[in-house]
């Protein structure tokens, strides 16, 4: 099973400011990684898949880079409904794994 | 507009049966694989299970492995999970996702989702 570690846990921002959140995976999943926003009482929401093609609907400030194992997503520049967990996920190989997950929270 | 409606979730006793449901609309169900995702009280997200759109194929996470059974009708939308012999671990909310129809591995809309509590 290919485990993936997010970090930071926590990670607190001003409106305005650039965010970077990472995911490492424990062996190659070449680029087939997705990012999820999750807010409270919500489901999560697709926003980056394939490592860095946005989904429908997603704004331009959100970026997703990276292959192999390491992986970043990028807030440009944050908006205060930007508060939420984010959560990266695998499907390089069964079973289909996420992150633990990046709380982000804007001050 | 695709819209997914879980239904089924309860408080249940450790040991017994309960089965989901997800009444999906606003998209050609048979055409796309289906999935269902569980979240723990105040955890992360944890894939559980997942089914092709013509149900020829099934995967299962190992932890839930022989215990659930994921099965579709075409016929009316929906989408279930057959849960037995429940633990305590298996408490979470439980999410059905369709699967993103290009690369077939990702989750591109979702349910609010199931409460499912299991305890004495």
């Known amino acids: 099973e290919i485990v993936l570690t997010q970090s930071p846990a926590t990670l607190s921002l001003s409106p305005g400011e650039r965010a970077t959140l990472s995911c490492r995976a424990s062996?190659?999943?070449?680029?087939?990684l997705a990012w999820y926003q999750q807010k409270p009482g919500q489901a999560p929401r697709l926003l980056i898949y394939?490592?860095?093609n946005r989904a429908t609907g997603i704004p331009a400030r959100f970026s997703g880079s990276g292959s192999g194992t390491d992986f970043t997503l990028t807030i440009s520049s944050l908006e205060p409904e930007d508060s939420a967990v984010y959560y990266c996920?695998?499907?390089?190989?069964?079973?289909?794994?996420f992150g633990q997950g990046t709380r982000l929270e804007i001050k | 507009e695709v819209q997914l409606l879980e239904s089924g979730g309860a408080l249940v006793q450790p040991g017994v049966s309960l089965r989901l449901s997800c009444a999906a609309s606003g998209f050609t169900f048979s055409n796309y694989a289906m999935s269902w995702v569980r979240q723990a009280p105040g955890k992360g997200l944890e894939w559980v299970s997942l089914i092709s759109g013509r149900a020829a194929t099934t995967s299962y996470a190992d932890s839930v492995k022989a215990r659930f059974t994921i099965s579709r009708d075409n016929t009316k939308n929906t989408l279930y999970l057959q849960m037995n012999t429940l633990r305590a671990e298996d408490t979470a909310v439980y999410y059905c996702?369709?699967?993103?129809?290009?690369?077939?591995?990702?989750?591109?809309?979702w349910g609010q989702g199931t409460l499912v509590t299991v305890s004495s």
């Open positions: 394939d490592a860095s």
């Open positions: 062996q190659s999943v070449s680029s087939y």
């Open positions: 996702a369709k699967v993103e129809a290009s690369t077939k591995g990702y989750f591109d809309y």
């Open positions: 996920q695998q499907r390089s190989s069964w079973p289909i794994t």
